[in-house]
């Protein structure tokens, strides 16, 4: 007797039962994920075991959070409940959010100067790696060996010359030409520690259990544990040569000093303590405080951080707008309470506009994006889309006042698979400058017709509403 029918059809349904009990999944995801694994027997519930949960061992999740907890310990009374309640009581609770996500508390006395391009983003890295004094850490998606990543190159192999320790997270997949170069060997010869961060290991050992797609997204510079850039810029050249036809890549780059360095330092203290098992509390001194500098908490989010969290720190500013809120995001694919929140944003009078690439980079994610258009329009919230390249800056500005920035983007990817790092801060003036450059990115794009949304043809809809449905499972 053939047995192999039945083993088929047992596997397949526990792949079901397994889908179906998993806890703290979104509807959405879950009914994508059944009615994919029923239309697809064979081949769904292989992607299901590969990609269907952002999982990782047991050993690994603690060690990580051990790790983070250490550090987290450097901050702990460095913020007071003088720094909220200082705050307009309408955006206190976004910064609570935050702050229970990062489990450090928002520090005041802090400054920021936005970059004038990505250019000007590397420029400024690179002078500030030349005068560190003791310190360098960098984590990064994608270092490309162009004109701007070898610029950084050069600059991290002066400053190991000369004494300064160096550190590196490269993302082992958005980094791998790099990786794979003879620059990078010319790095560890001069003395710069790399690490090819989530990378699939051969022994099967701790950091390979985990699910084989988790992506160190990360872009985060820190000097000497008080001044750190954060923002959307990865260390390439904004023609952005292995994608070409949609270059410029267009960045936005925070360069801050103050207290909040020093969070952000302990973002890649704790990935650098996984992944290369060495402790560097001892290392990341307390940044001193500017006078009359403004309060800002930086967060780190992935697949070890409580199931929406990152969704939750939009929401938690969505609710927070009273008069505007500004977004520009390159990948839009939101989990539904990321939507409704936008949508009920605009439908209580908060004037909400969301700028969008034109063309973009990943069809399915266009695609996705454009289907939600027409909820979109009929709420009220201001489409636009960006033409001259891809507008890959991911901001938010809530009344002129409260910003967000850093890696994450409004998709799935960033809302529950990467590693992120983003900053959230209350500063008329830094936001307006960040306000600003987004009004300059408005000036080059084109307004969405509501009237077109409305009248796309059949076929279209259809398409984009089947992936649509599909954009939950990812």
Known sequence: MDYWPYIIAFAHGAVIVRALLLEGRDPYSRAAWVLALLLFPVAAPIAYLLFGEPWVSRNFRRRANDAYLTLARLQ????DDETLAALPPCYRAPFETVEHISRFGAVAGNRATLTADSNAAIAAMVADIDAAQHRVHISTYIWLIDRNGLAMVD??????????????????????????????????????????????????????????????????????????????????????????????????????????????????????????????????????????????????TGPLSPRGAM??????????????????????????????????????????????????????????????????????????EYRPGLLHSKTVVVDGSLCLLGSSNMDRR???????????????????????????????????DPERVKHRSLPKRLAENILTMAGAIF
């Open 155 to 300: 600059a991290l192999v002066r400053a190991a010359r000369r004494g300064v320790r160096c550190r590196v997270c490269a993302d082992a997949v958005g980094s791998r030409q790099m990786i794979a170069s003879k620059h990078w060997t010319a790095m560890k010869d001069a003395g710069v520690a790399l690490c090819p961060s989530l990378g699939v290991r051969r022994d099967f050992s701790l950091l390979a259990v985990r699910r084989i797609d988790l992506r160190n997204h990360r872009k985060l510079l820190v000097i000497d544990t008080r001044i750190a850039y954060v923002g959307s810029q990865n260390l390439a050249d904004p023609e952005f040569r292995i994608k070409p036809k949609f270059a410029p890549w267009v960045d936005i780059m925070l360069r801050v000093a103050g207290p909040v360095a020093q969070q952000n330092d302990i973002l890649f203290a704790s990935g650098w303590a996984v992944e290369k098992g060495e402790n560097l509390t001892g290392e990341l001194q307390e940044a001193a405080s500017v006078a009359g500098g403004f309060p800002a908490v930086a967060f780190g």
């Open 414 to 448: 960033s809302l529950e698979l990467n590693f992120e790092n983003n900053m959230l801060f209350y500063s008329a003036d830094a936001a307006a400058e960040i306000r600003a450059r987004q009004l300059a990115y408005l000036a080059d794009s084109d307004p969405v």
């Open 76 to 79: 702990s009374d460095a913020g």
């Open 311 to 384: 969704s939750g720190a939009f929401v938690s500013l969505l609710y927070a707008a009273q008069r505007e809120v500004i977004i520009t995001t390159p990948y839009f694919v939101p989990d539904p309470p990321l939507l409704a929140a936008l949508i009920g944003c605009a439908r209580r009078g908060v004037k909400t506009s969301l700028i969008l690439p034109r063309r973009n980079d990943s069809r399915v994610i266009g695609a996705i994006c454009k289907a939600l258009y027409p909820q979109l329009v009929d709420a009220g919230v201001d489409l636009f």
